[in-house]
Structures are given as C-alpha cells and as structure tokens.
C-alpha cells in the first residue's frame, strides 16, 4: 500500500487561505485515486474532495466548492489542497486518503490508504 503523509494545517482566522500537501511514497502514485477526508469536533469523518490517477477529474462536497481546488503532481508524488475563504466550520482534522482506482468513491470504507492528518483549525 501507499505511504501518506500530509502537512500543512494550521490556526487560520475565518477569511484566511492554507495549502493542504500529501506525500506519497512506497508505491506508484500515479496508480491511485487520491483524496481528502475531515473529521470536526463532535462529527463523523466526511468526505471533502478527490481527483482522479490523471488529475483530469474532481469532485467535492457541496460545502466546499469554490473554496477548495484539490490537485495533484504525480511528478513529485504529492497531492494539494488549496482553501480559500476559510470559515469556522472548515476547522476538523484533514485526512488523506488513497485507492487504487481511477477516482475514489465517497465512502470512506472503501479507501485503502489513510494518512495521520492534519489540523485545521479556523478563528473567528
């Protein structure tokens, strides 16, 4: 399986912008569907968004869209995640998730690799 290791969160205040990183290392990383999972406080884990083998498909939770762009350098075996606008409600545990497949499914039973995480955390 792949390795996972992402960087990057941080303490934001509302409005603000971070960049989310995932290094992948031990397997190919073109050969996998990478994403981005959350966990808030209090909440279940919840898919947020992912991108295709190739990078030419995305998808994303209705919440985040037009404030994260996820994207990918197989090049350098690292997938991103840009936030912008940050709110509150964005603060949670950021996880990166991988399978082998052409994109991943929302469903985090079927994610075959997970990273540590990354805390978010958005002041108001």
């Known amino acids: 399986q792949v390795q996972l290791v992402e960087s990057g969160g941080g303490l934001v205040q509302a409005g603000g912008s971070l960049r989310l990183s995932c290094a992948a290392s031990?397997?190919?990383?073109?050969?996998?569907?990478l994403g981005w999972f959350r966990r808030a406080p209090g909440k279940e884990r919840e898919f947020v968004a992912t991108i295709s083998r190739s990078g030419n498909i995305t998808d994303y939770i209705d919440s985040v869209k037009g404030r994260f762009t996820i994207s990918r350098d197989n090049a350098k075996s690292t997938m991103y995640l840009q936030i912008i606008s940050l709110k509150p409600e964005d603060t949670a545990v950021y996880y990166c998730a991988a399978r082998r497949s052409l994109i991943l499914t929302r469903r985090e039973d079927l994610v075959e690799s997970w990273g540590q995480g990354t805390q978010v955390t958005v002041s108001s």
């Open positions: 031990g397997r190919t990383a073109s050969d996998y569907a």
